[in-house]
């Protein structure tokens, strides 16, 4: 046989292929098998933050702007919408969720609804599902801190004459509008008065000062408010609920607080927080106190508490404690100039005014209740400016110390009228009632020239007081300011002597007055009194002897010979009021100066 001869009857083998190298891809890039997913096996969905995951799908989701969502409903109602629409407030309240809302409810479209609807939100529409997911061909969103020339503002308008190419309404969002140049506020100038009918055009800022008022002339404008705290807590905690999360009521309203309003904010401190306890362990106030930086509340209360109470050593050894544990100097000032305003408002109102826990607001109440408004009031003026020096300072933890030291000194000082009173008095105006150590505090080398005895003599007379007056003045050192002002207003006294009085109530006057006297009586000079309220026959009231007193200044004034040559000299002049010019008492002679005259 040759060797081209073909044998027919030659056999084929088949031969086994190489067993595949798992690590290495083939030519074609393809991947191993092993990298494939399984046959039945679920890809876990990426995560998504809780400020995306629960986003308003409908006007009714959107919390604390109930003023707006009542005004777009009875504006779609009754077929009254605008052109523009201007959305203001500070970060995350829901400016651009609400943009978005309107861009639905505009091009809102269903088998049963053909026309723009608020209340059907709730069912998704035709193009409900492309505009939130922002693909849709007639629904434009667009940031104006990428596109303030006003090149690209006209390029954007030129589309607007076209109608739209499936909705009902081309909607164009413009985000951050402020950002916008001047040249490009003036080329939307013309297109926003007059707009095609098929246009609608919904601006968000977050910076309304900036945009023009010939904008804003142009828009209907929504003021987004800030979430109050109970609002956003009842959010929060509607959220934590569903995502199987365990979060203490107190720790739900830190985070309130820190967000200042802002859902978005709330939201995202709440998704930080979950992740913060063990799994199975319930989050704690002292956790997210720890995540946010706070210091821990009651304890900045003693610290304002010490303060206020003029004990710098215990305030500061507090505030080093504080700062050891990792509180920041600046948000423990904060915390100080918070607590300044809670007993404030915990003055005025009641402690059921302020936004915190009853023990704590109890405790302010306490401290407003025990220092004057006056008081109060220049605390917080040498706060707001403690809060600048230690923001300022190379060192906050020393800023703070100095300031503790200020306040604690400051704390009981008299205010203006008190120093004249002990001026005139002959007494030293800045003793505020407490032994200064060391005979000097901030006073410089002066010495007082008043008798030593004149302090006992008076602190005598206001244990036990001899007058109707008496107690008043003693009510006055009290700083009991609610029941000072209703002796001035309602009290006419009948009698008086020590240990009884006799007054007569004026129409109107609290039931409990003469209690409430007869309780700060017993505590203040530790001896029981008999205050009784009798029908009638009582003197003015100091509210009535003062308005009498003006009134007779007034007319004696009048009578001046004077003021009638003014009043004759400038027709129309009015005299409005009369003020008493205290004359200044002479100082008695000092023994340098008897030797002197010797």
Same mark, same amino acid.
């Given at each position: 046989?040759?060797?081209?001869?073909?044998?027919?009857?030659?056999?084929?083998?088949?031969?086994?292929?190489?067993?595949?190298?798992?690590?290495?891809?083939?030519?074609?890039?393809?991947?191993?098998?092993?990298?494939?997913?399984?046959?039945?096996?679920?890809?876990?969905?990426?995560?998504?933050?809780?400020?995306?995951?629960?986003?308003?799908?409908?006007?009714?989701?959107?919390?604390?702007?109930?003023?707006?969502?009542?005004?777009?409903?009875?504006?779609?109602?009754?077929?009254?919408?605008?052109?523009?629409?201007?959305?203001?407030?500070?970060?995350?309240?829901?400016?651009?969720?609400?943009?978005?809302?309107?861009?639905?409810?505009?091009n809102y479209e269903s088998e049963a609804v053909h026309r723009p609807s608020v209340e059907d939100l709730t069912v998704e529409g035709r193009h409900c599902r492309s505009i939130v997911e922002g693909r849709h061909l007639d629904v434009l969103e667009l940031d104006a801190a990428s596109r303030s020339k006003v090149?690209?503002?006209?390029?954007?308008?030129?589309?607007?004459?076209?109608?739209?190419?499936?909705?009902?309404?081309?909607?164009?969002?413009?985000?951050?509008?402020?950002?916008?140049?001047?040249?490009?506020?003036?080329?939307?100038?013309?297109?926003?008065?007059?707009?095609?009918?098929?246009?609608?055009?919904?601006?968000?800022?977050?910076?309304?000062?900036?945009?023009?008022?010939?904008?804003?002339?142009?828009?209907?404008?929504?003021?987004?408010?800030?979430?109050?705290?109970?609002?956003?807590?009842?959010?929060?905690?509607?959220?934590?609920?569903?995502?199987?999360?365990?979060?203490?009521?107190?720790?739900?309203?830190?985070?309130?607080?820190?967000?200042?309003?802002?859902?978005?904010?709330?939201?995202?401190?709440?998704?930080?927080?979950?992740?913060?306890?063990?799994?199975?362990?319930?989050?704690?106030?002292?956790?997210?106190?720890?995540?946010?930086?706070?210091?821990?509340?009651?304890?900045?209360?003693?610290?304002?508490?010490?303060?206020?109470?003029?004990?710098?050593?215990?305030?500061?050894?507090?505030?080093?404690?504080?700062?050891?544990?990792?509180?920041?100097?600046?948000?423990?000032?904060?915390?100080?100039?918070?607590?300044?305003?809670?007993?404030?408002?915990?003055?005025?109102?009641?402690?059921?005014?302020?936004?915190?826990?009853?023990?704590?607001?109890?405790?302010?109440?306490?401290?407003?209740?025990?220092?004057?408004?006056?008081?109060?009031?220049?605390?917080?003026?040498?706060?707001?400016?403690?809060?600048?020096?230690?923001?300022?300072?190379?060192?906050?933890?020393?800023?703070?110390?100095?300031?503790?030291?200020?306040?604690?000194?400051?704390?009981?000082?008299?205010?203006?009228?008190?120093?004249?009173?002990?001026?005139?008095?002959?007494?030293?105006?800045?003793?505020?009632?407490?032994?200064?150590?060391? &005979? %000097? +505090? *901030?006073?410089?080398?002066?010495?007082? @020239?008043?008798?030593? #005895?004149?302090?006992? $003599?008076?602190?005598?007379? =206001?244990?036990?007081?001899?007058?109707?007056?008496?107690?008043?003045?003693?009510?006055?050192?009290?700083?009991?300011?609610?029941?000072?002002?209703?002796?001035?207003?309602?009290?006419?006294?009948?009698?008086?002597?020590?240990?009884?009085?006799?007054?007569?109530?004026?129409?109107?006057?609290?039931?409990?007055?003469?209690?409430?006297?007869?309780?700060?009586?017993?505590?203040?000079?530790?001896?029981?009194?008999?205050?009784?309220?009798? &029908? %009638? +026959? *009582?003197?003015?009231?100091?509210?009535? @002897?003062?308005?009498? #007193?003006?009134?007779? $200044?007034?007319?004696?004034? =009048?009578?001046?010979?004077?003021?009638?040559?003014?009043?004759?000299?400038?027709?129309?002049?009015?005299?409005?009021?009369?003020?008493?010019?205290?004359?200044?008492?002479?100082?008695?002679?000092?023994?340098?100066?008897?030797?002197?005259?010797?």
């Amino acid at each position: 046989m040759t060797d081209l001869d073909l044998t027919p009857e030659t056999e084929w083998t088949e031969v086994e292929a190489p067993e595949r190298d798992d690590a290495t891809a083939d030519m074609f890039g393809a991947p191993p098998p092993d990298a494939a997913p399984a046959a039945g096996a679920v890809q876990k969905a990426p995560y998504t933050v809780l400020a995306r995951k629960y986003r308003p799908q409908s006007f009714d989701d959107l919390i604390g702007q109930e003023a707006m969502v009542r005004t777009l409903k009875n504006a779609f109602a009754l077929d009254r919408i605008a052109h523009a629409f201007m959305l203001t407030g500070v970060r995350g309240v829901g400016k651009t969720t609400t943009a978005r809302l309107l861009a639905r409810a505009l091009n809102y479209e269903s088998e049963a609804v053909h026309r723009p609807s608020v209340e059907d939100l709730t069912v998704e529409g035709r193009h409900c599902r492309s505009i939130v997911e922002g693909r849709h061909l007639d629904v434009l969103e667009l940031d104006a801190a990428s596109r303030s020339k006003v090149d690209e503002m006209r390029e954007l308008l030129d589309g607007v004459r076209y109608a739209p190419a499936e909705a009902r309404y081309k909607v164009y969002i413009i985000d951050e509008v402020h950002m916008l140049s001047t040249a490009a506020f003036n080329a939307l100038l013309k297109t926003l008065e007059e707009p095609p009918p098929h246009a609608k055009f919904i601006f968000a800022t977050t910076e309304i000062r900036k945009v023009p008022v010939t904008i804003l002339s142009r828009c209907q404008r929504f003021d987004l408010r800030r979430v109050e705290p109970a609002v956003l807590v009842n959010n929060l905690s509607a959220i934590a609920e569903a995502e199987g999360a365990r979060i203490d009521a107190d720790a739900l309203m830190l985070i309130a607080r820190a967000a200042e309003g802002s859902v978005r904010d709330g939201q995202s401190l709440l998704d930080q927080a979950i992740v913060q306890a063990d799994e199975g362990q319930a989050v704690s106030a002292a956790i997210v106190r720890d995540m946010l930086g706070l210091a821990d509340r009651a304890q900045t209360i003693e610290l304002f508490e010490r303060t206020v109470r003029g004990e710098a050593g215990p305030a500061i050894e507090t505030f080093r404690t504080l700062y050891g544990y990792g509180a920041d100097p600046m948000t423990v000032m904060l915390d100080l100039l918070e607590h300044c305003h809670g007993a404030s408002v915990a003055k005025a109102l009641g402690p059921e005014a302020l936004a915190m826990p009853k023990d704590q607001a109890a405790r302010l109440a306490a401290l407003g209740a025990a220092l004057s408004a006056g008081t109060l009031s220049r605390l917080w003026q040498m706060l707001l400016k403690a809060h600048d020096e230690v923001r300022r300072a190379p060192d906050p933890a020393a800023a703070v110390d100095m300031v503790l030291i200020r306040l604690a000194y400051a704390a009981d000082l008299p205010g203006p009228e008190e120093a004249l009173k002990a001026l005139r008095s002959g007494e030293s105006p800045g003793s505020g009632g407490r032994p200064s150590p060391g &005979g %000097g +505090g *901030g006073g410089g080398g002066a010495t007082a @020239r008043a008798p030593m #005895a004149q302090p006992a $003599a008076k602190a005598d007379v =206001l244990a036990n007081p001899q007058s109707f007056e008496d107690v008043v003045r003693m009510v006055d050192e009290r700083r009991d300011i609610a029941l000072r002002l209703d002796i001035e207003k309602y009290v006419r006294p009948i009698s008086f002597r020590p240990g009884a009085i006799t007054f007569e109530p004026v129409p109107g006057a609290p039931a409990n007055l003469a209690q409430r006297l007869v309780m700060r009586l017993k505590e203040w000079t530790g001896q029981q009194w008999l205050v009784a309220a009798e &029908g %009638g +026959g *009582g003197a003015e009231t100091m509210l009535e @002897r003062q308005k009498r #007193a003006r009134i007779e $200044a007034y007319e004696q004034a =009048l009578a001046e010979p004077f003021v009638q040559a003014v009043m004759a000299a400038f027709p129309g002049t009015e005299l409005v009021e009369v003020r008493q010019m205290a004359t200044p008492e002479p100082a008695a002679p000092s023994d340098e100066d008897t030797e002197e005259e010797d």
